[in-house]
């Protein structure tokens, strides 16, 4: 985005008329009203699997049942089972105490208008009568699309820590063509596996949201000399989308898509500060309406601070783990809030993605055109080569630019980050691990009366505490170890307390840079 300045003739002001220059006024209200408007979609589907009839879920959102729906066809009708769910915590009600599970391959199909969609599968992989939650084993495709592939989500509930869970897609439905989502189970050894789905979301999205405009540049992609299109024949699965420095917000406070976005707290690396909430009016642009991001995006953020000294020696870090062999499209969001702050040069920063320079001099006055005028930059990058499996940290860094700019500083706003598919069509990751806990059974089973069950609890909690001491014992060997090497070799170790996490990437092993490189020779 080029930053312009317009320039009026005073003479052309001096003739204007009262009334025509009240009509300018009037058009240019309108004109920053209609960029400041919510998008409305053109289609809007919720669908609650396994239910009937209509019901409201607790933010207001209105749901539909699957059951005799006129939103979605669904073959074959007589395998499927709508079922309830066995509810083992705290968990919304609608669309996740109800499922639609079959252990053959089953299709929802929605008649729907052409272009690109918001897709969401929502899923408690709770237990269901007569159904083992860790045998649901299933993969799931749209038309030439692989979404998910051997997917387990009670693993992936497991190592997010989370009872239920929201994968969310964007797919293109050409003209005269239906969306076709079609579930099926994956092939076990014992042949008990099933599918299952609590809530499918159709939402339509505006064509330039996140794929390339017709006649624009392209992505910078990271460490090549071209540009990349995101073209509608591409798919993509949201990976992260993150309100920086402040809090969650629930799909009815976004700009018209019901899109969630989280805190960053889980991925920010420590140090800046928060500033607070920014008061100003956000005035959107035709280059950033507002449904890019709600304000409240926006009026938060992370600063590096009014410590030069720490500024120039630190950086701004968030680490967010994503599956290698993918490219992944990076989307910053910008916007000075800060009223002290309104000419170029006045806040310039170094942004580094994956350890890449991409932008030297990021200033959101150039980005954007002034103060509180949001703006966005995206990049794009590939990790690792097609192909190769497991997790790596894509890391998000920012610098301050001493010398060149009078806040020695750098800020941020949000980060969303996007998967697109391979060249086979696929969006699907690996399964996180297994957790080390071990579940005995399904709940109606683990209830025992009378002396046994007290016994059966006095071993467990025996075996417990006794893995625990093992553990601290090897944890404090190992630093009493690493603090006898450093005093021989004649350096200090840094013992940085860290956040605890529940994430599955925290049990895998993680690739460095270096180490990606070095494999896949890229």
Same mark, same amino acid.
């Given at each position: 985005?080029?930053?312009?300045?317009? /320039?009026?003739?005073? %003479?052309?002001?001096?003739?204007?008329?009262? %009334?025509?220059?009240?009509?300018?006024?009037?058009?240019?209200?309108?004109?920053?009203?209609?960029?400041?408007?919510?998008?409305?979609?053109?289609?809007?589907?919720?669908?609650?699997?396994?239910?009937?009839?209509?019901?409201?879920?607790?933010?207001?959102?209105? +749901?539909?049942?699957?059951?005799?729906?006129? !939103?979605?066809?669904?073959?074959?009708?007589?395998?499927?089972?709508?079922?309830?769910?066995?509810?083992?915590?705290?968990?919304?009600?609608?669309?996740?105490?109800?499922?639609? $599970?079959?252990?053959?391959?089953?299709?929802?199909?929605?008649?729907?208008?052409?272009?690109?969609?918001?897709?969401?599968?929502?899923?408690?992989?709770?237990?269901?009568?007569?159904?083992?939650?860790?045998?649901?084993?299933?993969?799931?495709?749209?038309?030439?699309?692989?979404?998910?592939?051997?997917?387990?989500?009670?693993?992936?509930?497991?190592?997010?820590?989370?009872?239920?869970?929201?994968?969310? %897609?964007?797919?293109?439905?050409? #003209?005269?063509?239906?969306?076709?989502?079609?579930?099926?189970?994956?092939?076990?050894?014992?042949?008990?596996?099933?599918?299952?789905?609590?809530?499918?979301?159709?939402?339509?999205?505006?064509?330039?949201?996140?794929?390339?405009?017709?006649?624009?540049?392209? &992505?910078?992609?990271?460490?090549?000399?071209?540009?990349?299109?995101?073209?509608?024949?591409?798919?993509?699965?949201?990976?992260?989308?993150?309100?920086?420095?402040?809090?969650?917000?629930?799909?009815?406070?976004?700009?018209? $898509?019901?899109?969630?976005?989280?805190?960053?707290?889980?991925?920010?690396?420590?140090?800046?500060?928060?500033?607070?909430?920014?008061?100003?009016?956000?005035?959107?642009?035709?280059?950033?309406?507002?449904?890019?991001?709600?304000?409240?995006?926006?009026?938060?953020?992370?600063?590096?601070?009014?410590?030069? *000294? +720490?500024? $120039?020696?630190?950086?701004? *870090? +968030?680490?967010?783990?994503?599956?290698?062999?993918?490219?992944?499209?990076?989307?910053?969001?910008?916007?000075?809030?800060?009223?002290?702050?309104?000419?170029?040069?006045?806040?310039?920063?170094?942004?580094?993605?994956?350890? #890449?320079?991409?932008?030297?001099?990021?200033?959101?006055?150039?980005?954007?055109?002034?103060?509180?005028?949001?703006?966005?930059?995206?990049?794009?990058?590939?990790?690792?080569?097609?192909?190769?499996?497991?997790?790596?940290? !894509?890391?998000?860094?920012? /610098?301050?630019?001493?010398?060149?700019?009078?806040?020695?500083?750098?800020?941020?706003?949000?980060?969303?980050?996007?998967?697109?598919?391979?060249? *086979?069509?696929?969006?699907?990751?690996?399964?996180? #691990?297994?957790?080390?806990? &071990?579940?005995?059974?399904?709940?109606?089973?683990?209830?025992?009366?009378?002396?046994?069950?007290?016994?059966?609890?006095?071993?467990?909690?025996?075996?417990?505490?006794?893995?625990?001491?093992?553990? !601290?014992?090897?944890?404090?060997?190992?630093? %009493?170890?690493?603090?006898?090497?450093?005093?021989?070799?004649?350096?200090?170790?840094?013992?940085?307390?860290?956040?605890?996490?529940?994430?599955? +990437?925290?049990?895998?092993?993680?690739?460095?840079?270096? #180490?990606?490189?070095?494999?896949?020779?890229?």
């Amino acid at each position: 985005m080029k930053y312009r300045r317009q /320039h009026k003739s005073l %003479f052309c002001i001096s003739i204007l008329s009262p %009334f025509y220059f009240l009509l300018l006024q009037c058009f240019s209200t309108v004109t920053a009203s209609n960029y400041a408007a919510t998008y409305n979609p053109t289609d809007n589907i919720a669908l609650d699997c396994g239910s009937s009839g209509n019901s409201t879920a607790s933010d207001g959102r209105a +749901w539909t049942g699957d059951i005799g729906s006129i !939103l979605a066809t669904l073959q074959p009708l007589d395998t499927t089972i709508a079922a309830r769910a066995i509810r083992q915590g705290p968990v919304e009600g609608i669309p996740y105490l109800t499922a639609r $599970m079959s252990s053959s391959q089953f299709t929802y199909t929605f008649l729907v208008s052409a272009g690109l969609k918001f897709v969401r599968l929502y899923f408690y992989p709770s237990w269901y009568p007569g159904f083992d939650r860790s045998k649901a084993l299933f993969s799931v495709k749209s038309g030439p699309f692989t979404l998910l592939s051997n997917f387990r989500a009670d693993l992936v509930a497991d190592s997010l820590g989370l009872e239920y869970f929201v994968r969310e %897609f964007c797919i293109n439905v050409e #003209e005269n063509q239906l969306l076709n989502l079609t579930f099926s189970p994956s092939p076990s050894s014992s042949n008990d596996s099933y599918a299952f789905v609590n809530g499918i979301e159709i939402v339509s999205m505006p064509h330039n949201l996140y794929y390339t405009p017709a006649g624009a540049d392209g &992505i910078p992609f990271i460490g090549q000399t071209y540009f990349y299109e995101i073209e509608n024949i591409t798919a993509l699965e949201t990976m992260y989308r993150l309100d920086v420095g402040g809090h969650s917000i629930s799909p009815t406070g976004d700009s018209g $898509m019901f899109r969630f976005w989280s805190d960053d707290n889980q991925f920010f690396m420590g140090g800046g500060v928060i500033p607070d909430k920014a008061n100003s009016t956000i005035k959107y642009t035709k280059e950033t309406p507002a449904y890019i991001a709600p304000a409240e995006v926006y009026q938060t953020s992370r600063s590096m601070g009014p410590n030069k *000294t +720490w500024n $120039m020696r630190n950086n701004l *870090t +968030w680490v967010l783990p994503v599956d290698l062999g993918f490219r992944y499209l990076v989307r910053l969001h910008l916007c000075e809030t800060n009223r002290a702050i309104t000419q170029v040069s006045d806040r310039q920063f170094i942004i580094y993605i994956d350890g #890449e320079m991409v932008d030297e001099a990021a200033d959101a006055i150039i980005w954007s055109g002034g103060n509180s005028i949001p703006a966005y930059r995206d990049y794009l990058a590939m990790i690792g080569f097609e192909g190769t499996q497991g997790k790596y940290n !894509l890391s998000i860094d920012l /610098h301050s630019r001493a010398g060149f700019s009078v806040y020695v500083d750098a800020v941020l706003n949000g980060i969303e980050i996007f998967k697109l598919n391979s060249t *086979t069509g696929s969006l699907a990751g690996p399964n996180p #691990e297994p957790p080390k806990t &071990i579940f005995l059974t399904e709940p109606s089973q683990l209830t025992i009366k009378g002396s046994s069950n007290k016994k059966t609890t006095f071993i467990a909690v025996g075996v417990i505490v006794t893995v625990g001491l093992v553990l !601290l014992s090897l944890r404090l060997y190992t630093m %009493f170890r690493l603090q006898r090497e450093s005093k021989d070799h004649g350096y200090k170790l840094k013992f940085t307390e860290t956040k605890a996490s529940l994430l599955p +990437w925290e049990v895998c092993h993680q690739f460095s840079k270096a #180490e990606t490189k070095e494999v896949t020779h890229v």
